[in-house]
């Protein structure tokens, strides 16, 4: 058996190097930015326009995940998408974020409103992960 | 201290405020580089300047002063730059730290013909950045209301931070904020800390008062700061306690951080730091916070190790560590300069001239004879109190055997507690018929001190009398601190339930130090040869006879002879160093004073003398 094993390892790696140097590598067809930069977050208490969108081109179909940190290195809030869902498919697509936190804490008002806690002023760091690898970096202002 | 307790927790509890954004805090990410490669563990331990951002009760315990810089680059994009000094003084240590960090890069964007995203490229990046300055106090060491014999020190620290947010479109925005942090730090053993510490107390609804980070444009927004309550213990075992070749020094802290504001799970921070030599230490932590699960409201905790290596040139420390991030790319280093300023502790130290710190005496009390600074007005001892004269004073002190703490505090007219000092004496037992010339004084004085041997009450040791089996037996009982029950039946057939030594034969004989004979006798006032102690000691101490030279140890000590292989094991092992013959006569009676020797030169005995001369232990 581990004759077998040893014997078929070489050809398998072999092939796979292969296949890999013909498969298309996966790029960004369009940039990884977010619209509008400076934003405002959703408990800002004036002003139209609540939390921002996230744009990015994929020029093939990928596992794709959205992370932003803190500038400490907390990261606060997180979504991931399969190369099936419509934003890991090939394209351009948009992710909305409101600017609340999943690690944050949430409080109901008296109003019954839920006010949740939302990032701070300042810059915060986005990432475009597609594959478990860093695709892209953007670096996010907050603003109210 | 109930009183103080109640109002940090009705502190934090009030924090739990109506911002609904909360600033990160600098203690969370720009402290030096030896507490990241502790895994942020650090409020046990709190023994430099790093303290004033994890536990600002550290200070008080600190005999001089550190200077910590540290620059980092976090997440590949954050600078970071911080700046803390703690200075003992004669009313408390003071601390000051500094914090900068700071990220630029953010462009504004704008929707094309086509309704993409695209970058604005008339208009400027925009950037970031903060700082804070922290001033600290400590107090100096009290006694605890706990116990008499546990002193603590309390810390807090006042927190002033600004931000500042500009270019693209924001023009030019920018805020300040103000808070405070406490801590306690309790010391209940030489090498024992425990710490509590609630950092970020203000409650931010109290705008006037601060608390809370208040942005001057834009909305005028005011952001909190994430209040958090720590608890640690921490361990500084030194040299005389670790294993004989495991270093200098080895710490261990674990702290609890724990969250009254948020629904954050508790997070544990562990590290250890290890000095193999004075000038190397390694350092390697766990270290836990939370992240996003991915969905709404939805967070887990994020676990890593940390690592990092100290080095130690004259009063400077080199520190690097290393933290692992959940992006490969955004993994960050941290370095750290320290220096240790040497003489702010010796100022308001009370100096003992006579006699000096750690000294070994045989009397039982002396004329301290000490100096004080000449603020010091009244200096007590124990329970005992003295008035100097220009600093100067004496006062005669009694002494117990073995280790005495003379512990000096120095009060000025005010009745403040200026000065400190203390005088370690080590008090031996000495014997009248036992010289300090006499070849074998030093083991018989150590092993007496330590309680294994005693001598008789005419205060004599009679160390050239012969030893008794039963006698033999007692001694090493008691050098292992053996616990002693009882016999229910006779042990032997001639060890009664009342003899003097019933209960160190039975000890022994459970142990499997000694047998007695086949005919059920045990024979305890028949005199022990050389030989026989030998073989009984060679057991006792786990002395290896399995591998023994193979040339006789003495010339009349052959091979064949029964106890060859215990007598030459015992000479590789260095316990008959005291033999200087090349004969052993082996069949002579073995003296107390022979006895006293062999067996101070057993392992475990020989450690335990070594901690009864170490003046860093026990005092």
């Not at chain 2, 030194?238 to 009254?260: C, Q, T, V, Y």
């Not at chain 2, 993994?331 to 300023?341: A, D, M, T, V």
């Not at chain 2, 006792?540 to 094991?569: E, L, M, Q, T």
Request: aromatic share 10%.
């Amino acid at each position: 058996m581990k004759i077998i094993l040893s014997k078929m390892f070489l050809p398998v790696v072999f092939f796979m190097l292969i296949f890999s140097s013909f498969s298309e590598a996966l790029s960004l067809t369009s940039p990884f930015l977010n619209y509008p930069n400076p934003f405002k977050t959703r408990d800002s208490k004036v002003g139209t326009t609540e939390g921002t969108y996230f744009a990015y081109g994929l020029s093939s179909p990928a596992n794709i995940e959205i992370r932003i940190y803190m500038i400490d290195g907390t990261l606060v809030w997180k979504r991931s998408f399969l190369s099936t869902d419509p934003e890991g498919s090939a394209g351009y697509h948009e992710v909305f974020w409101d600017g609340a936190l999943d690690t944050g804490a949430s409080r109901r008002q008296a109003s019954g409103y839920i006010l949740r806690e939302t990032a701070p002023n300042g810059i915060l760091l986005s990432f475009l992960i597609a594959n478990g690898k860093v695709l892209a970096k953007n670096k996010i202002t907050v603003f109210q | 201290m109930k009183r103080i307790s109640i109002l940090i927790v009705s502190f934090c509890l009030l924090s739990s405020a109506a911002c609904a954004a909360l600033i990160p805090d600098v203690s969370r990410f720009a402290v030096g580089a030896r507490t990241i490669g502790l895994g942020r563990a650090f409020v046990g331990i709190a023994d430099d300047a790093n303290s004033i951002f994890y536990n600002p009760a550290g200070g008080g315990w600190a005999k001089t002063g550190s200077l910590v810089s540290t620059a980092t680059r976090l997440m590949d994009d954050t600078n970071v730059l911080s700046l803390a000094g703690m200075f003992p003084t004669q009313y408390g240590s003071i601390g000051i730290a500094y914090a900068d960090y700071g990220v630029s890069g953010s462009f504004v964007t704008y929707r094309d013909a086509v309704g993409r995203i695209a970058v604005d490229s008339t208009r400027e990046g925009m950037a970031f950045s903060g700082s804070s300055a922290i001033l600290s106090f400590s107090s100096l060491p009290f006694i605890s209301p706990f116990s008499p014999d546990v002193k603590a020190t309390l810390g807090f620290n006042l927190k002033m931070f600004k931000q500042s947010l500009g270019g693209g479109t924001i023009g030019s925005a920018s805020s300040s904020g103000i808070d405070i942090d406490g801590g306690l730090l309790i010391k209940p053993s030489e090498w024992m800390r425990i710490g509590f510490s609630a950092l970020n107390m203000l409650p931010d609804s109290y705008n006037q008062i601060g608390g809370a980070n208040n942005w001057d444009s834009g909305e005028e927004r005011k952001e909190g700061i994430e209040n958090v309550i720590k608890a640690g213990i921490g361990l500084k075992i030194p040299s005389s306690i670790l294993p004989r070749g495991m270093g200098k020094e080895l710490i261990i802290d674990a702290d609890l951080d724990m969250f009254i504001a948020k629904p954050h799970p508790a997070l544990l921070h562990i590290g250890t730091e290890w000095w193999p030599s004075d000038y190397l230490g390694l350092r390697m932590g766990f270290d836990q916070d939370v992240a996003s699960a991915g969905k709404t409201d939805s967070m887990l905790v994020a676990s890593s190790f940390t690592y990092g290596a100290g080095l130690k040139f004259s009063n400077f420390l080199f520190d690097y560590a290393y933290k692992p991030s959940s992006l490969a790319d955004a993994n960050s280093h941290y370095f750290s300069i320290s220096y240790l300023i040497p003489t702010f502790a010796e100022r308001q130290v009370i100096i003992a001239m006579e006699p000096r710190d750690r000294t070994i005496t045989y009397k039982p009390s002396v004329l301290l004879k000490a100096k004080a600074p000449s603020k010091v007005a009244e200096v007590r001892i124990g329970g005992a109190a003295i008035k100097t004269l220009a600093g100067s004073f004496e006062m005669a002190v009694d002494l117990s055997i073995g280790k005495n703490p003379i512990k000096m505090e120095g009060y000025d007219e005010k009745g403040s507690n200026t000065a400190s000092g203390e005088c370690r004496v080590l008090r031996l037992v000495e014997f009248s018929d036992v010289p300090q010339q006499f070849w074998a004084s030093d083991s018989i004085s150590h092993m007496a001190t330590l309680g294994i041997v005693s001598g008789f009450p005419d205060g004599t040791f009679k160390p050239q009398k012969g030893l008794t089996r039963a006698e033999m037996v007692a001694l090493l009982i008691r050098s292992k601190d053996t616990a002693l029950t009882k016999p229910s039946v006779n042990v032997f057939k001639d060890v009664g339930r009342q003899h003097w030594a019933s209960q160190y034969i039975k000890a022994s004989v459970d142990s499997n130090i000694v047998k007695g004979y086949p005919d059920g006798t045990f024979k305890p006032s028949a005199g022990l040869t050389r030989a026989e102690a030998v073989s009984v000691l060679v057991r006792f101490g786990d002395v290896s006879d399995k591998d023994p030279v193979a040339a006789a140890a003495y010339r009349d000590v052959p091979a064949n002879h029964w106890a060859s292989k215990a007598i030459s094991a015992a000479k590789q092992a260095g316990i008959l160093s005291f033999v200087k013959e090349s004969t052993f006569k082996p069949s002579r009676p073995v003296t107390r004073a022979e006895a006293c020797e062999m067996l101070s030169k057993i392992r475990f005995i020989s450690n335990r003398t070594d901690l009864l001369l170490n003046f860093d232990v026990g005092y």
